[in-house]
């Protein structure tokens, strides 16, 4: 290999004000970057083997890519889906249980990576717990109708004041916060901030009234993990061999960790402190996915394997647009190939949506009705209710969608029963709304009302006011309830059956 090969060529190409402007070309008949020094014939003589397999390797690969690419777009699929909505909505939720009525052989297959965003659930529901025996909680907005009460580590600004018992077991937990790091790593996931965490309003604060400063209490909701559309997780999870030792040993060691810490796991969860202090801050169970603390020494167990439930409950969020392609494994069906989107619905995310519009056949919007008195992450200052009317507005009046089926799901009515049950009023959140004195605040009436009031503002505005919209009240973490309204959706796209809709 002569000197000419294995070096750069410069020349000075002119000089201007004392500077010299320099260009430089890399030879063509060797390798970049350049051998090391003093290489022996044979070393060079593996050296360059083992590249050109490298490139050969590489090249196929690259090859490969392009026919997938140019099959696909052959190949159009039966059926194109888009799950719309604002973030927290639900839309991960309801594909997962498409994946289950329609693809359970390759649901189930997925199980082992699902456990690693359970674990990872947990971990972070635990040391949220944590946080809240070390820092002063923030005050919690009175119940209607109701005085606000300071009670202490709760609403004065000091830490509560602990028992033998919680130190201990704040003790014992305390390695679980590098067990967060080391799971975050493993799925690429992105780390929540707590300051941006979705908000419960405080009395004052109306649906459709936007304000410049609005009290806001964080809710476990924003413990979920995040990853990105293009990290293909599951994928990165079962390719376990192209770990070092070292991942899979601190991959191994922290399941080991979080087994061992099973029972102070579920002895923090059931302490009547801990319940006391959750409670005063404004933290139920039900207002989310991703709660596992109630089932610690089943989820922590050794040999545990997620249930089809425990699945659907885990909470993971979509960054961006991800594309899934769902294989049909049963029914009139067999075979056929639908793609799903998977749309991000922050408020920053919502503009790559139109560019997945094309050939579109059906859209379903994800409104959470539970979000009546709740704010968003990224602006709390908008009511979470009022935001998704807007949204919807949009999505009803582009042209580009005048001919697409639109599902309507009004999701989290559990959480809306919950909050409706325990004495929240929604007239005082959506002051259109008439309870008549309290008498109709009850999940009927309510959800009557948004029914109305999304199918008017889709009459109003939308491109074709005759398009029907089929409507539905949904908990999608309710595989049974679900798997129905999916049955109908799927009689409606393929079968082409325009079934009368469930109406409230």
Request: with cysteine.
């Amino acid at each position: 290999m002569t000197s000419t090969a294995t070096s750069l060529l410069y020349t000075t190409m002119m000089h201007r004000g004392g500077l010299s402007t320099i260009s430089y070309r890399r030879p063509t008949d060797a390798s970049w970057p350049p051998p090391p020094e003093h290489e022996s014939s044979e070393d060079a003589r593996i050296r360059v083997e083992l590249e050109r397999e490298a490139r050969r390797v590489n090249d196929e690969i690259n090859r490969a890519i392009d026919r997938e690419r140019i099959e696909r777009k052959r190949k159009k699929p039966d059926v194109k889906i888009m799950l719309l909505g604002q973030a927290e909505s639900g839309k991960s939720t309801t594909l997962k249980n498409f994946q289950l009525n329609f693809a359970p052989n390759v649901f189930r297959a997925e199980a082992e990576a699902w456990r690693l965003v359970i674990h990872l659930n947990l971990v972070r529901s635990v040391n949220y717990i944590v946080d809240l025996l070390t820092v002063p909680a923030r005050p919690q907005p009175p119940e209607s109708g109701k005085k606000s009460t300071s009670r202490p580590g709760s609403a004065n600004g000091n830490p509560p004041t602990l028992s033998t018992e919680l130190r201990r077991l704040k003790l014992s937990l305390g390695p679980l916060k590098n067990i967060e790091a080391v799971l975050s790593r493993r799925l690429t996931a992105e780390p929540y901030a707590t300051s941006s965490a979705p908000c419960i309003l405080a009395d004052s604060v109306n649906f459709g009234t936007p304000t410049a400063s609005v009290p806001c209490y964080p809710l476990f909701s924003e413990l979920g993990v995040r990853v990105r559309s293009n990290s293909d997780w599951k994928r990165n999870r079962g390719q376990q061999e192209f770990d070092t030792k070292r991942q899979q040993r601190e991959l191994e060691d922290a399941h080991n960790i979080i087994a061992a810490c099973g029972s102070d796991i579920n002895a923090l969860w059931r302490n009547r402190d801990v319940q006391s202090l959750l409670k005063r801050n404004g933290v139920s169970s039900q207002d989310q996915s991703g709660f596992f603390l109630p089932e610690a020494l089943r989820v922590t167990a050794k040999d545990y394997i997620p249930s089809n439930e425990d699945v659907l409950r885990a909470r993971l969020s979509t960054i961006g647009v991800e594309e899934h392609r769902l294989r049909m494994e049963h029914g009139q069906e067999t075979g056929q190939e639908w793609i799903m989107y998977d749309c991000g619905g922050a408020r920053s995310q919502r503009v790559a949506w139109a560019q997945f519009f094309d050939d579109i056949n059906a859209i379903i919007f994800l409104a959470p009705a539970s979000g009546f008195n709740e704010t968003l992450s990224e602006d709390p200052s908008v009511n979470r209710l009022d935001d998704t009317m807007q949204l919807w507005r949009s999505v009803c009046s582009n042209r580009l969608l005048g001919s697409v089926e639109i599902m309507l799901f009004l999701n989290k009515m559990d959480v809306l029963r919950e909050k409706l049950r325990h004495g929240t009023r929604f007239s005082q959140y959506v002051p259109t709304f008439n309870d008549e004195n309290g008498k109709k605040n009850d999940i009927d009436s309510v959800s009557r009302y948004l029914f109305t009031t999304f199918l008017t503002m889709h009459k109003l505005c939308a491109p074709e006011p005759s398009r029907k919209v089929y409507l539905h009240r949904t908990c999608v973490i309710d595989q049974r309830a679900t798997s129905k309204v999916l049955n109908h959706v799927r009689e409606v796209l393929v079968l082409g059956h325009l079934s009368e809709s469930s109406l409230i």
